[in-house]
T-cell receptor
């Protein structure tokens, strides 16, 4: 089974609201990354948080990492219609050479 | 804009044909990956490479094969395409470093086998 699992599977919000999605994983990691995918396109890297970090910010994005619970969250503040996309978490395991494993993703729809 | 390119973007091909999906990157990355993704679904790692002449199968069994003769090039080949191979194929690359670095993705090849 996949290393990462995202929750919720889908999220629908209005512009201006915050969107929060969670990712849980099973084994020890070096880092956890969040990606965005617009329909039918490739993935775009959003943010990387290392195993020794607890929180990172990038613009309207805020990522937290709790290694004791093996979970991470991505918060998008003041959402815009252009944030409509699928969001994936990906983990790099400590016993791997840097191989990225993805979760199932959260589909986010932001309505104007 | 990421310097990783996949061709073709779309491919419709008949059953039994041999196909090669191309992936090239100009960033000098050691690591390259192939993922398979059905619409709206998760990404499954099918092949990866950590350098020239080094390739490994991923977590999802695939009938495809890959080669890594040059750092910048990581083609994926299906010797005999079948309808079950219909999917989107995503290529990615990343640099080697510390606790890991971000991956850059191509735009994907959407393959339809009829």
């Amino acid at each position: 089974s996949q290393q990462g699992e995202e929750d919720p599977q889908a999220l629908s919000i209005q512009e201006g609201e915050n969107a929060t999605m969670n990712c849980s994983y099973k084994t020890s990691i070096n880092n956890l990354q969040w990606y965005r995918q617009n329909s039918g396109r490739g993935l775009v890297h959003l943010i990387l948080i290392r195993s020794n970090e607890r929180e990172k910010h990038s613009g309207r994005l805020r990522v937290t990492l709790d290694t004791s619970k093996k979970s991470s969250s991505l918060l998008i503040t003041a959402s815009r219609a252009a944030d409509t996309a699928s969001y994936f978490c990906a983990t790099v395991l400590t016993d791997s050479w840097g191989k990225l494993q993805f979760g199932a993703g959260t589909q986010v729809v932001v309505t104007p | 804009e990421a310097d990783i390119y996949q061709t073709p973007r779309y491919l419709v091909i008949g059953t039994g044909k041999k196909i090669t999906l191309e992936c090239s990157q100009t960033m000098g990355h050691d690591k390259m990956y192939w993922y398979q993704q059905d619409p709206g679904m998760e990404l499954h790692l099918i092949h990866y490479s950590y350098g020239v002449n080094s390739t490994e199968k991923g977590d999802l069994s695939s009938e495809s094969t890959v080669s890594r003769i040059r750092t910048e090039h990581f083609p994926l080949t299906l010797e005999s395409a079948r309808p079950s191979h219909t999917s989107q194929y995503l290529c990615a690359s990343s640099a080697t470093g510390g606790l890991g670095t971000e991956a850059f993705f191509g735009q994907g090849t959407r393959l339809t086998v009829v």
